[in-house]
């Protein structure tokens, strides 16, 4: 979005009747700049996993193992 907000605005120079196309590049210039900073922010916030093993024992001698995987811990854990 940035780049095409760019080409818009400083590399065509013609004029239409209906639309003011540096406006609209700077617009989308601007968008592109919002939509890289969001996902940047996304993608280096700090994920955490938890992962839980229980094992025991069945009645009739068998074993028993559980796992359960959790991208966000649970609220007690520090």
């Known amino acids: 979005m940035f ?3 760019a080409i818009l ?8 009747g209906f639309i003011d196309l540096d406006l609209v590049g700077y617009l989308l210039m ?6 890289f ?11 955490q996993s ?5 094992s ?3 009645a009739d ?3 028993v193992t ?5 991208t966000t811990p649970p609220a007690d854990v520090v």
């Open 30 to 35: 601007g968008a592109g700049i919002v939509v």
């Open 56 to 58: 025991g024992v069945t």
């Open 50 to 54: 938890v992962t839980t093993v229980e």
């Open 3 to 5: 780049v095409i907000g």
């Open 9 to 16: 605005t400083f590399a065509l120079n013609f004029e239409t």
């Open 37 to 47: 900073v969001i996902g940047l922010v996304l993608a280096l916030r700090k994920r």
């Open 66 to 70: 559980q796992r359960r995987t959790s």
């Open 61 to 63: 001698g068998g074993t």
